[in-house]
């Protein structure tokens, strides 16, 4: 399921686990601090949703939203 930023992603993740189809669910996305004052607020808000999903319905979800410095760096490339 594709959602438009890393505060959506939660919401996905809730209606995956409550329509009782999967056995665990892996939340994939990137926050690129750039010039954005509100990063950390992104960063923190959406990774203590995904926590608080998976002990709301006891299921495990893998959370692999990256938070990277710039464009450059969440491409794996140098600086």
Do not use: W
Not at 43 to 48: F, L
Not at 53 to 61: S, V
């Amino acid at each position: 399921m594709k959602v438009p930023g890393a505060l959506e992603v939660p919401a996905a993740l809730q209606a995956l686990a409550e329509s009782d189809k999967y056995d665990a669910l892996i939340a994939l996305g990137c926050i690129i601090r750039g010039e954005t004052y509100h990063f950390e607020l992104v960063a923190n808000e959406s990774g203590a949703a995904v926590t608080r999903l998976a002990l709301d319905y006891q299921l495990p979800i893998a959370n692999a939203i990256l938070t990277t410095e710039n464009l450059s760096a969440s491409r794996g490339a140098p600086g």
